[in-house]
């Protein structure tokens, strides 16, 4: 290596303090603006998209109209008669009771499912796209799929069944198989892309880690519980967010395949929010449930910052 | 860095100070908003018309139209408007696969009968999401010019003031004698909140299909209707193992009350009272027809509640698999087209303790509000509820018409729509045009759904309902 001639003495080098500061906040003047350029588009979008409607759905919830009509202020009567609606009641019953069947079912079949392909080594690409591909399906297709594969009279399972000497199963027409039946299908929706992400997730953790473990003389079972949850607790932590706030918003299955029914068994909170808002055209009763769904949310994100935090 | 965790450490105060500022001042926004916040809305208020809805609706001249005579094909053709001018939108529910192609029929003879300087752009909604996109397009400030809506639905709209109120051009003289020819119960359909909020041109009844070639077989054909003790005899006889004796909607998504009301108006109930201030389902006749319709659906007549939809259940009736079938007369079209192998009619539920009706939908032409071509707006539909025109679809897409004048030339070659016009119409008994019906009738059907698999008593049904009902009028 060969010193570079800068043609400048040392002492031309050598910063002043008061140049040195000026420098340093230029240079932090200028990254701060880089930064605040490059979030600026998305600041925008999250205030106007975001930012804007929550508030005005807040506001919204004082009132009544203001769709098609004039806007009327009627205090906390939309409060006081979402709290007093037996069938809000029964809509956040069922999409807490869906979300607690299907987020941990899809936790833990896509969790066996990404750690059978980590062991893989040759050829699970073909089984890795079987596995995404009823994750690619829309909703309203995949409510198609199932409307024909459980079909009382002539859905696969059903003639599946009477092939065995069964009798056929009701699933969506069963007051209590219909939840569970729609959580089924979100699960098998929902299995492909959170195998993959936790596949991802397992991939990306150190394996000098399990060599020692191994030599160490643990085992499958005490590698996973030790290691490998314990590692992946990132993963989990968006996991479990991103899932509780997917699953609170139940809608596309509930409405392609029960609209709520029957008896009201399906009915989720999303569909009771559609219906107020755009069937009955009660707005302010409509917002104050979304309110809700969106206090819900950020109060179950918050709840589960706090009991996932990394705690060091 | 330790600046950086300190400010990670106070950021989550200083966003909650942020939010709490938020929300105080929506709290301020809101009570501060109870003004007439109408900026893109169009008053609420609809003008009634000096002379006003009941002045024009049972006066107008009774005499028959001479035109009567002419049928559907030979009215004569009004002279074209050409001072009329401009493009209106025109949205319907789809009747029929080629609802598109029949309405461009329509509009091809408006344009050269009536207003050939009219450009009426035709769209359609979809029946199961039609309200939220009639409220959509209504919210836009800039919905089609005319709308076909239901009894069902329209009635909200009209009190939202995004309907155009009507009276003054269905009261004018020179149209009296179309207005004659239109039934009056259709007229009291469209009237009503002060107002005319369209002019009826279809209905759509909901009638029984009965597979002839199993009732003549089992004996049963001429009394299975006598009664309502009968019909449940007769649908226990025809029960085997392949055949369902019975079959009805029981789901609120197949809008299911269809099937249920005639069986409550026989009752001489209704879903709201005379006054519309709160339940009608109230007498032991209402309770006994509830417990009847509970008792069919747990006698092991029908197939598992629930288990089909509106299409499976025609689809078993086609297949020779169901031998009485609530449903829709448009089903007429399939039985004609692909003729089962058995014998087949329609029919009206049997009479109850109080009344023979038949369940009807009536369908209007409204002009919205915010249509800023009133004038051709109205030509239009002139021309759509026009003999001819009306007729022709009718019997295109297997509808019933409101025209008394025509009745008597359509479906001549269709004996089960010539059945339903006849006899089933004149029964109809449609529902109270309540703004908030739709929403009573979805409130209330879970309960009689719960009933239908045989979880309440009839009594406990309609007080379900009845709860149900008055928590909606209540709210």
């Known amino acids: ?312 | 860095m330790p600046s950086s965790n300190s400010d990670r450490q106070r950021s989550p105060g200083r966003l909650w100070r942020i939010l709490a500022v938020v929300f105080v001042l929506a709290l301020v926004a809101a009570g501060c908003g109870n003004d007439d916040d109408s900026s893109g809305v169009t008053d609420p208020t609809p003008e009634v018309a000096s002379g006003g809805a009941d002045d024009s609706s049972g006066d107008a001249s009774p005499e028959p139209a001479d035109d009567s005579e002419e049928g559907t094909a030979d009215a004569p053709a009004p002279a074209p408007t050409p001072e009329l001018s401009g493009t209106i939108g025109f949205i319907k529910g789809p009747h029929s696969a080629m609802e598109v192609e029949f309405n461009e029929q329509i509009i091809a003879d408006f344009n050269s009968q009536v207003a050939p300087d009219v450009n009426v752009e035709f769209s359609t909604y979809d029946w199961p999401v039609h309200v939220a996109e009639l409220t959509t397009l209504f919210a836009s400030g800039s919905p089609p010019d005319v709308q076909y809506l239901v009894d069902l639905i329209y009635p909200a709209f009209a009190e939202q003031g995004v309907l155009h109120d009507m009276t003054d051009f269905v009261n004018d003289p020179e149209w009296a004698d179309e207005r004659a020819d239109i039934s009056p119960f259709a007229w009291d359909l469209a009237e009503q909140q002060g107002g005319t909020w369209g002019v009826p041109v279809l209905g759509a009844v909901y009638n029984i299909f009965i597979n002839e070639t199993l009732l003549e077989e089992a004996g049963l054909l001429d009394s299975w209707d006598d009664s309502y003790e009968s019909m449940l005899a007769a649908a226990e006889e025809l029960t085997t193992d392949d055949v369902f004796g019975f079959a009805a909607r029981t789901s609120a998504a197949d809008f299911a009350w269809w099937d249920w009301y005639p069986y409550i108006h026989n009752a001489g109930g209704d879903v709201l009272s005379d006054d519309w201030t709160e339940c009608g389902l109230v007498g032991q006749d209402v309770v006994d027809a509830m417990q009847f319709l509970i008792d069919i659906h747990t006698a092991g007549v029908t197939p598992a509640i629930g288990s089909l939809d509106n299409q499976g259940l025609f689809d078993l009736f086609a297949a020779g698999r169901v031998a009485i079938l609530h449903h829709e007369t448009p089903n007429i079209v399939s039985l004609n087209e692909n003729p089962p192998g058995f014998e087949w009619t329609v029919a009206a539920a049997p009479p109850g303790p109080q009344g023979h009706t038949v369940m009807g939908n009536f369908g209007i032409l409204s002009i919205a509000e915010a249509s800023n071509n009133k004038d051709a707006a109205w030509e239009f539909i002139k021309h759509w509820a026009s003999a001819p025109q009306v007729g022709r679809f009718a019997e295109q897409v297997n509808l019933q018409v409101v025209r008394t004048d025509i009745i008597g030339d359509l479906f001549a070659e269709n004996p089960a729509m010539k059945t339903v016009q006849s006899e089933l119409v004149p029964r109809v008994q449609g529902l109270q045009p309540h703004p908030q019906i739709l929403e009573a009738l979805q409130a209330a059907w879970p309960v009689a759904e719960d009933a239908f698999r045989g979880n309440l008593t009839g009594e406990e049904a309609i007080a379900g309902m009845c709860a149900a009902i008055d928590g909606v009028l209540a709210g």
């Open chain 1, 1 to 312: 290596m060969t010193d570079v001639d800068t043609g400048l003495s040392s002492t031309q080098l050598t910063l002043s303090p008061e140049e040195h500061r000026r420098l340093r906040r230029r240079y932090r003047r200028r990254t701060t603006l880089t930064a605040y350029a490059f979030l600026g588009p998305n600041l925008l979008a999250f205030i106007a998209f975001l930012l804007i409607p929550v508030v005005w759905l807040f506001v919204s919830t004082f009132r009544t109209g203001g769709v098609l009509g004039p806007a009327e202020f009627v205090g906390l009567d939309n409060w006081r008669d979402t709290f007093a609606d037996p069938l809000a009641r029964t809509s956040i019953r069922n999409t807490v009771v869906y979300s607690a069947m299907a987020i941990p079912a899809v936790f833990i079949i896509a969790m066996v499912l990404a750690l059978a392909l980590r062991t893989i080594s040759r050829g699970s690409a073909p089984i890795r796209v079987a596995l995404y591909l009823p994750t690619l399906q829309p909703a309203v297709v995949a409510a198609f799929i199932f409307a024909f594969v459980l079909h009382p009279d002539f859905g696969v399972i059903n003639y599946a069944i009477r092939g065995l000497g069964g009798d056929p199963i009701n699933f969506l027409g069963d007051t209590s198989l219909a939840l569970p039946t729609i959580a089924g299908i979100e699960v098998w929706r929902g299995t492909g892309f959170w195998t993959m992400m936790f596949l991802a997730g397992l991939t990306a953790l150190p394996s000098e880690l399990y060599h020692a473990a191994e030599i160490d003389g643990a085992g499958a079972i005490r590698r996973f519980l030790r290691l490998t949850l314990p590692l992946l607790r990132p993963t989990f932590y968006f996991a479990v967010i991103f899932a509780t706030i997917v699953n609170l918003q139940l809608f596309d299955s509930v409405f392609a395949l029960t609209d709520g029914g029957p008896v009201n068994s399906t009915i989720s909170v999303s569909l009771y929010i559609y219906r107020s808002l755009f069937l009955f055209g009660d707005i302010g009763f409509g917002a104050t449930l979304s309110f809700l769904l969106v206090i819900t949310v950020l109060v179950l994100t918050g709840l589960q910052t706090f009991l996932l935090r990394d705690r060091k």
